[in-house]
């Protein structure tokens, strides 16, 4: 326990940087901490350092400066396999030659544990993900499923109390990766082991995890759990990033006392929108608005904001019908029609007003350039 009484986390990164040229930081002053039974996914595009932090982690990358900590313990001159982590790989890493027990022995047999042992915790860990009937079987004659759950299992089977997962579901098929989203979150339930997951996938961020840090150009840029991710980015990177968004661009023109401030839109209209992330009046932000929250022909004067749009797409997708609106200086404006009961026709050319409460529409940072994905 610290001074505080609080327990230490699984793991610490503590100033950690990352360059592998000596002048190009992939990862910029890491502090992240991690509770011991805690689901973090690393969430980011390409190239925004979050597989690198894994890597370290695992011991396969050294720090370039900072420390990392494993349940108190510094680590950084640990060698990888006495570090005690589990590893998952989005390419399984079985051994072709061996059965899926013999792999799943192996890690247990270099940690010199008797063959009885062996066999007992083998078992059980085939049993967890429901491949008890296959540990005679060579990885070739399994689905990508049944390898990709080996893997998952010889990552659990010397009861580590941390893994590592590095986009392993990435090589599946997109029933098969939704199915084991939840039976990897169920493991880890279960057992209560701590797993740090890389992915660049955000629905699988979204579905698994307890927080997710959004990484960008080698820095978290807010690490929340999903539910607030999405409600209450405070970015416009992560906005943009999780889930679908509309983004309006103005001037802000006031800032009131209640974090409301008055946006001038490009095309001239005033709105009112939360104040989240904003500089100081005359100073420009982008606006972000799901497209759940917004109304079409909305009662005159029931929403904060109403303004004139125009539909350009209508899209039927079963549970609702995607409109793409133009909206001010947006062409990609979107609004999500439930499709529900005597829900409103509407036609492709029409122009119709669009309405959201201000509560709904977060005025943050100004994007100047396109968002990766």
């Known amino acids: 326990m610290t001074e505080t009484g609080v327990s230490e986390p699984m793991v610490r990164f503590a100033g950690v940087q990352k360059s592998y040229d000596g002048e190009i930081l992939v990862v910029k002053d890491l502090n992240l901490d991690i509770a011991k039974g805690e689901f973090v996914t690393m969430l980011g595009p390409s190239g925004s350092g979050k597989t690198t932090c894994l890597m370290m982690?695992?011991?396969?990358?050294?720090?370039?400066?900072?420390e990392i900590f494993l349940d108190g313990k510094p680590i950084n001159s640990v060698p990888p396999h006495k570090r005690g982590i589990g590893m998952v790989f989005q390419n399984y890493a079985l051994f072709p030659h061996m059965t899926v027990a013999e792999n799943l022995a192996f890690p247990l047999e270099v940690r010199g544990m008797n063959k009885v042992d062996q066999a007992a915790k083998v078992k059980r860990a085939l049993e967890m993900v429901e491949l008890g009937a296959m540990g005679g079987r060579r990885p070739a004659q399994l689905s990508g499923g049944q390898q990709q759950r080996v893997a998952v299992a010889r990552a659990l089977v010397f009861d580590p109390e941390l893994i590592l997962m590095d986009e392993p579901l990435g090589a599946l098929d997109k029933q098969l990766r939704e199915q084991m989203q939840y039976e990897i979150k169920h493991i880890h339930e279960s057992l209560?082991?701590?797993?740090?997951?890389?992915?660049?996938?955000?629905?699988?961020?979204?579905?698994?995890?307890?927080?997710?840090?959004?990484?960008?150009?080698?820095?978290?840029?807010?690490?929340?759990?999903?539910?607030?991710?999405?409600?209450?980015?405070?970015?416009?990177?992560?906005?943009?990033?999780?889930?679908?968004?509309?983004?309006?661009?103005?001037?802000?023109?006031?800032i009131e006392k209640n974090d409301t401030a008055m946006i001038k839109l490009v095309t001239g209209e005033m709105i009112k929108a939360n104040a989240v992330n904003i500089g100081q009046v005359g100073s420009q932000t982008t606006m972000s608005l799901r497209p759940e929250r917004v109304l079409i022909n909305p009662k005159k004067g029931s929403m904060a904001n109403i303004i004139g749009g125009e539909i350009v797409e209508l899209i039927y997708l079963g549970d609702h019908i995607r409109t793409r609106m133009k909206v001010a200086d947006s062409n990609e404006f979107i609004v999500k029609i439930p499709n529900s009961h005597g829900h409103a026709t509407l036609q492709e050319g029409t122009t119709v007003t669009v309405g959201w409460e201000a509560v709904d529409c977060r005025a943050l940072d100004p994007i100047t350039g396109p968002i990766p994905h």
């Open 57 to 66: 982690l695992a011991g396969f990358e050294p720090a370039t400066h900072g």
């Open 192 to 254: 209560g082991v701590t797993v740090v997951y890389v992915t660049h996938d955000q629905a699988e961020a979204l579905t698994m995890s307890d927080r997710i840090a959004v990484f960008n150009d080698g820095v978290i840029q807010q690490i929340s759990s999903p539910s607030t991710l999405y409600e209450a980015p405070e970015t416009s990177f992560v906005a943009q990033f999780i889930g679908e968004n509309n983004k309006l661009n103005g001037s802000i023109e006031a």
